[in-house]
């Protein structure tokens, strides 16, 4: 495979805005010397000013119609589009972007990658963009239009002089005479300016801005005119101005009651600046660290769930690649390769645990934060605070994938290693692959040089959109992918839309109007910092890995049998090696740091609630059973062992952190027993949410798929249930009153819309490579449901 290549300049004629023509052949000739990059004389700056000033006015001109068009025929025009066919669209977008490109990654150095047909001949992103560029002056998008260039950003100047001593002048009102005005010779040692009313920008960025939103400007005034048709421009500004829209019906995804994460990044650049939306980031994040605190609970509780950690995680370690010329794991020895994997297992759960933790905590203070009365001054310093974690978190995932990329199971089999390559990395394909496989495979390799995506947001932010479009739309991509990478895709795009967030705040009017270039803060992350000192014996630590090796033997957990006498004993085996395993990790810290289990680590799993094991064995034959006695409920998570492990849900398990109660939840024996369903599906926890309602009224569609996720087999010959369609476990979730979102990778995010249903959201990680919930993971799907929000088997009846 061929090295991905990021130049530090663009190809010849590639910054012709996705194929519209610069019709100045001066200003195609002045950006291409400005990309240069060089020291600039004086003629330089005259160019720079006669040009500036003529894209200055164009804009307000442009902004002036637009403006005047939205505010009167916004309604009439939100109509007439979504009245048209896809093939009309596209002819009216042609008609008004004659080059426009047919997807979004025909070239990574176009300014406006956004604008292509597969986005916008969709119903409502041609709708958003022409909503938020009518109503909000051009300044609003001017700090923010080179976030969403991508690989076309103006490298920083070389000549310092001129990047200092001549900058361009945004300014609040559209003001023809006074937007995109140069101001020369400027003390080269003075910050750029920056008021409520204008802010500056060094000449070579502001003249690519000014540039860029001119042909925005023209090409949305264009269309509003062909949607128009039978109005001219003073007839249609004529007419008396009418109340906004709403815009919230915009903002939805095209399904109702489902959204995209993918929809939210496609229509961030049209809004630019008005995209921030710092509530619902903490909701991602907040469900991020439920979804971490689950993982860590069950690798303490569930031994099959640390078997199937270990056996995921070995399946992408290197000594199981072709070919492999003598890589180090392979080298080590059983048992020190055995500790190696634990190592790493451990040590990303709980760093990630804490790394969630901390931005959840400090987003939570978001609200407050951004009151009136807290200075921009003490907002910027915390915000830094965020933006340095998530910096962290991102670097840590981010090499994780590169990792998991190289060595995944699905991806190693199409590929060999090259005998002679000491560093052992895998050059040669097995076989050929089409386009889509290949332009994937040249994403991922971005991620195999750390320093290049790690150090560049704007290439993490191509290559995720990149990753997410191929996986969504060519099932060869998606099934080329494990499902520890597409769950490490997910965390890493949550981060990414956390920094690219950050970005626009910090680049929004009113953060640019403080003056704190010369701040110098120091970021204090004591809390984190502290745990990864306490963390930091882990790397030197010999794990008892006798205690769970052989895993198939000591790890063995046969809770899909019936229950019996040895099925018992083999179960509780299992939960004394794991009880006995964390004991020697907690007792080593203990030696080590003075502290057995860290608060962080402590509280995830204190706020579970009590660890479940396996009740002794009893023997019913020789006990009188008493119909309806109420006995104590044993947990007994589903073992991934017996199942095909493609079809594995790749996520983990969401949890609510409760106040634990003393007394632990019991339940009756149902007349139903004997036909193999109980309809009161008991809590896998010691508390139960008090918010949820005692019935549920659903379709006959819905009520099948919760009562297969809570479905309990009393009878030992009672047939288990089918698998469920993912598709309908969505829909079910859609009718019980939650809104539905996909994010990147294989998470989907589920939010209630209504408080009497649940008060917090809920991810799940859609199965693959199939679409089938198998039936053991549908009853895990149950049992957390049951842990979050409480909800039982009788709960949901027929309407």
Known sequence: ??????????????????????????????????????????????????????????????????????????????????????????????????????????????????????????????????????RHAPWSFAGTEEQFYLLARMSPCVDQAFCKGTTIHFTRHPDPSTFGRVERDRNPHEHYRATEDYFEMCARTGIQTLHLQDSILGFLVKCAKSLLHDMTVPQMLACAVRPEPQVSELLDGDNVGHTSFSHILMTAPFRGWHSLNFEKLQGYIAASLDMQQEHVWALHEDPSYLADTIQEYESHAP?????????????????????????????????????????NTRFSAFDKLFREGISIHDQLHAVGEVEHIAEWMKDCLAKKIGDAYFFSPNIRRLMKRDPEDESGLFVTPIGSFTKAQDSLLKFFEAYQKPTTVLNNRAILSYT???????????????????????????????????????????????????????????????????????????????????????????????????????????????????????????????DKTGIAQHRIIRECLEGGGKMQRTEPWVDRDAQKVVKNKSLEYEYQPFSRMIHNRELQITGTFDKMSVEEKSKTKTRGITDQASEGVAENSPVANDCVPNQTPTTILVDQRTYKVFKTLFYIPTSETGDLPKAVKWNDFKRAMVRVGFAVEKLQGSAWQFSPGDASIAERSIQFHEPHPENDIPYVMAKRFGRRLARVYGWRGDMFQLA
């Open 319 to 359: 000594h199981k690649s072709n070919n492999t010329p003598g890589a180090t794991w392979q080298a080590l020895s059983k048992k020190a390769y055995r500790n190696l994997i634990i190592t790493v297992i451990v040590d990303e759960a709980y760093c990630m645990l804490a790394g969630w933790q901390e931005l």
């Open 464 to 590: 995720l959109e990149g990753i997410d479009r191929l996986v969504q739309t060519h099932p060869e991509c998606r099934a080329m992918l494990s499902g520890r990478l597409l769950s490490l895709l997910t965390d890493v795009s949550v981060l990414g839309e956390c920094l690219r967030q950050i970005d626009l705040w910090q680049k929004s009017p009113e953060v640019k109007a403080c003056d704190h270039s010369g701040c110098k803060y120091i970021y204090k992350t004591e809390g984190l910092e502290h745990f990864l000192d306490w963390l930091q014996p882990l790397k030197d630590y010999s794990f008892p890995t006798d205690d769970i090796h052989p895993i198939q033997e000591k790890l063995y957990y046969p809770v899909h049998k019936r229950r019996t006498r040895e099925s018992v004993n083999e179960m509780q085996k299992a939960e004394s090696n794991l009880d006995k395993f964390w004991a020697s990790v907690n007792a080593m810290f203990k």
């Open 1 to 134: 495979m061929t090295e991905p290549e990021f130049p530090t300049l663009p190809p010849e004629g590639a910054l012709a805005l996705s194929g519209l023509l610069i019709e100045s052949i001066g200003l195609k000739e002045l950006m291409s010397e400005l990309y240069e990059n060089k020291t600039f004389p004086p003629s330089t700056i005259d160019r720079i000013e006669h040009h500036a000033e003529q894209l200055g006015r164009s804009v307000c001109e442009n902004f002036r119609i637009l403006n005047g068009i939205v505010q009167r025929h916004e309604e009439l025009i939100r109509k007439r589009w979504i009245k048209k066919s896809t093939s009309q669209r596209r002819e009216l977008l042609l008609e008004a972007w004659p080059s426009m490109p047919k997807d979004p990654e025909p070239n990574p150095w176009c300014l406006v990658p956004y604008i292509n047909l597969e986005i916008l001949t969709k119903a409502k992103p041609l709708l958003i963009f022409i909503n938020a560029r009518g």
